[in-house]
Every structure is written in C-alpha cells, then in structure tokens.
C-alpha cells in the first residue's frame, strides 16, 4: 500500500513538473540563456553569438580560450567616476521612487477601506481618487514624459502660473525631481491595485474586532491590515523597484544629461559610445541590484506559504 502511495505521489510531482515545464523553458530560452551570453561577453569571450557585435566595439576586452576570464570591463566601468555617481544616483531614485509609490499606494487603500458607503460624498470623493490613480496606466510613458517636462519647464505651466502670481516658481525640467515625479506616475497604479486589492481582502470581522478593542487607525492598520497585506505590498515593492532601476523613456525625456540613470547610461555606451562591453558591465549590475529586491519578493512569498502551512 505505501509502495502505491509513493509510486502515485511520484506520479503527481512528475505531471506537476511537466505543467510547469513549458514556461519555464521559454524563460530560460529567452530569458536565461541570453543572460549567459551577456555575461560571458562581459568576461571576455567574444566568440559564438558575440562574434558580431564585437567586430564593431572599441574599449573591449577579450579572452582566447573559453576558460579564462577577464575582469577589464568591470575594472573599466568601476573606475569610472561618472559611473560610480549614475549608480548612486540610480539607487537613490529607486528608494525615493518606491517608497513614495508605496506610501502613496496605501494611504489611498487606505482611505478607501475606511470610507463609509453612507457618506455619499466622502465615498465619491475615494472613488474618484481610486479612479485617477490608474489612470497613468493607460497613458503612454513618452506622452507621459513630454508632459511632465512641459509641466515643469522654465516656460511650462507652474512657472507661468506663479509669474502671474507675481512668485518665483521651480524649475524642475531636466531635473531628478522631474524624473522622481515622473517615476512615480509611471508606477503607481499596479501598486495601487496590488495593494488596494489587498487591503479590501482583510476580513470586516477583524476590523469591527479591533474597533470592539479599542484600538485605533494606526493600530489596526499596524496589527491586522499590514501582516495580512504583506504579500501584496511586498510584490508592488519589488515590481516598482526594478521597474525603476532600469526605466530608460522617463529619465532620458525628464532628466539631466548627468548625472543620469543606469538605463540611460547603458544605451548610451551601447550606441553613442560604441562600446557594448561596458554597457553590458552595466546592465549586469543592474541585474544584481535587482536580484536582491527579487529575493525579498522570494522570501516574503516564502514567509506567506510557511504561516499558511503550505511548505
């Protein structure tokens, strides 16, 4: 009976794994393995699927044997002060943008769990901000972009309207500010639905239970939404941050010419430079920095499973 039982658990992992198998060999197709290749070039070998490329770069570093690596290109890339300064700037437009998503994704979640359906006008009032935060999902980046620098150009319209105001407005064209606000536009309705669907998830028994308590906005948002929310705050986290860290369209219309952001900065190498070594340097590290915002994503989906008993 147990040899049956093990044989039919064997079985089911086996068609398990073949359901599972065919998207996860188009990734590794289409995804995976160019990866490799990109890493390997930035290694050296400039060989195979790199041939082509590499007749044309300049700056490159190369190797003759599969087994031996270089570093050159690393080395290149990371000595370069301006590429040190375009990675931090890159980092801390990623934290300030997510952050800001995410703050701004459950206050409106929020607002909108805790507005009652009897106040008509409070309730519409969350409604219409429900309904203008996803509207950026349906407006192109470019249009969106164009936009926000006419917006906040020197002749664009805050500055015009604080001329006849008599004040002096901000310019914040071809700014980091201009490309934070841009970010933040770009990202912020899948966060707010992520986020948004989850705190309507959260059980009324266990609000009107810690109302019952005592306890607060604050505290119920901290005690009961938040644990119960985590999963879905975690993944508009994740997606905000790595969408961010390699946006390309709103830092090249918004921002300055430098510093500027690694997705800038990697097309620019790839294409006006003409060295697609570094770039590829570059976008590794991209990878790297986004890789420990997907392992957050991993262990919080893995804390999720373990609290429900799945694993």
Same mark, same amino acid.
């Given at each position: 009976?147990?040899?049956?039982?093990?044989?039919?658990?064997?079985?089911?992992?086996?068609?398990?794994?073949?359901?599972?198998?065919?998207?996860?060999?188009?990734? =590794?197709?289409?995804?995976?393995?160019?990866?490799?290749?990109?890493?390997?070039?930035?290694?050296?070998?400039?060989?195979?699927?790199?041939?082509?490329?590499?007749?044309?770069?300049?700056?490159?570093?190369?190797?003759?044997?599969?087994?031996?690596?270089?570093?050159?290109?690393?080395?290149?890339?990371?000595?370069?002060? +301006?590429?040190?300064?375009?990675?931090?700037?890159?980092?801390?437009?990623?934290?300030?943008?997510?952050?800001?998503?995410?703050?701004?994704?459950?206050?409106?979640?929020?607002?909108?769990?805790?507005?009652?359906?009897?106040?008509?006008?409070?309730?519409?009032?969350?409604?219409?901000?429900?309904?203008?935060?996803?509207?950026?999902?349906?407006?192109?980046?470019?249009?969106?972009?164009? =936009?926000?620098?006419?917006?906040?150009?020197?002749?664009?319209?805050?500055?015009?309207?604080? &001329?006849?105001?008599?004040?002096?407005?901000?310019?914040?064209?071809?700014?980091?500010?201009?490309?934070?606000?841009?970010?933040?536009?770009?990202?912020?309705?899948? =966060?707010?639905?992520?986020?948004?669907?989850?705190?309507?998830?959260?059980?009324?028994?266990?609000?009107?239970?810690?109302?019952?308590?005592?306890?607060?906005?604050?505290?119920?948002? +901290?005690?009961?939404?938040?644990?119960?929310?985590?999963?879905?705050?975690?993944? =508009?986290?994740?997606?905000?941050?790595?969408?961010?860290?390699?946006?390309?369209?709103?830092?090249?219309?918004?921002?300055?010419?430098?510093?500027?952001?690694?997705?800038?900065?990697?097309?620019?190498?790839?294409?006006?430079?003409?060295?697609?070594?570094?770039?590829?340097?570059?976008?590794?590290?991209?990878? &790297?920095?986004?890789?420990?915002?997907?392992?957050?994503?991993?262990?919080?989906?893995?804390?999720? &499973?373990?609290?429900?008993?799945?694993?």
């Amino acid at each position: 009976m147990s040899r049956q039982r093990k044989r039919s658990s064997g079985s089911s992992a086996l068609l398990g794994l073949a359901l599972a198998s065919p998207p996860i060999i188009v990734a =590794a197709i289409f995804v995976g393995f160019p990866i490799l290749v990109a890493i390997a070039y930035s290694l050296g070998h400039v060989g195979g699927l790199n041939q082509t490329i590499a007749t044309i770069a300049r700056g490159q570093h190369t190797v003759s044997s599969w087994y031996q690596q270089t570093l050159g290109a690393y080395r290149d890339v990371f000595t370069d002060p +301006r590429f040190r300064k375009d990675l931090l700037v890159t980092v801390v437009i990623t934290l300030i943008s997510t952050l800001a998503v995410v703050v701004l994704a459950w206050v409106i979640a929020i607002y909108l769990r805790t507005s009652p359906e009897d106040q008509k006008l409070r309730s519409a009032v969350a409604k219409l901000v429900s309904g203008l935060a996803v509207v950026p999902m349906f407006i192109p980046v470019v249009i969106a972009s164009w =936009a926000m620098l006419t917006f906040y150009a020197r002749d664009g319209f805050v500055r015009s309207i604080c &001329a006849h105001l008599g004040l002096e407005g901000p310019t914040w064209g071809y700014t980091m500010v201009c490309v934070t606000i841009g970010l933040v536009w770009t990202h912020l309705p899948f =966060a707010t639905l992520m986020i948004t669907s989850g705190v309507q998830g959260v059980p009324d028994s266990l609000l009107e239970a810690a109302r019952d308590a005592g306890a607060g906005l604050i505290t119920i948002v +901290r005690t009961v939404v938040a644990p119960l929310t985590l999963v879905p705050t975690v993944i =508009a986290l994740t997606f905000t941050a790595i969408g961010t860290l390699g946006a390309f369209t709103v830092p090249y219309f918004t921002g300055p010419n430098a510093p500027s952001m690694l997705g800038v900065d990697m097309v620019s190498y790839f294409q006006s430079f003409n060295r697609p070594q570094q770039s590829v340097v570059m976008a590794v590290v991209v990878f &790297a920095v986004a890789a420990v915002f997907g392992a957050f994503y991993v262990w919080a989906n893995f804390r999720s &499973a373990r609290d429900a008993g799945r694993v």
